[in-house]
Nanobody
Framework: QVQLVESGGGLAQAGGSLRLSCVGS????????MGWYRQAPGKQRELVAT???????SYADSVKGRFTISRDNAKTTVYLQMNSLKPEDTAVYYC???????????WGQGTQVTVSS
């Protein structure tokens, strides 16, 4: 079983920064990618950023230029550096991990990020 533990969420002022961390543990092999998703009340869960084993990254248009995803493969850890935060970034942020074979997806419990005006 795989467990993902997120940390780093909390309160920030608009224009401020937060750094989220997600540490994976358990039987992890053949990692495809890790990433971050977020969900605000009344909205669908959306992709924020992903990073693949080869190092390539993808970002939602709303966070490009402000957020940076990185990883430490040895620790199965993924980070999300969030700069220039906006109130619209307020959401529960979820860590995601995908494995092969077979394809399996794991989620953390989420960490609340709240950005004040």
């Amino acid at each position: 079983q795989v467990q993902l533990v997120e940390s780093g969420g909390g309160l920030a002022q608009a224009g401020g920064s937060l750094r989220l961390s997600c540490v994976g543990s358990g039987s992890i092999a053949n990692l495809i990618d890790m990433g971050w998703y977020r969900q605000a009340p009344g909205k669908q869960r959306e992709l924020v950023a992903t990073i693949r084993t080869g190092g390539s990254t993808s970002y939602a248009d709303s966070v490009k230029g402000r957020f940076t995803i990185s990883r430490d493969n040895a620790k199965t850890t993924v980070y999300l550096q969030m700069n220039s935060l906006k109130p619209e970034d307020t959401a529960v942020y979820y860590c995601n991990l995908r494995l092969l074979p077979p394809l399996r997806t794991y989620w953390g419990q989420g960490t609340q990020v709240t950005v004040s005006s």
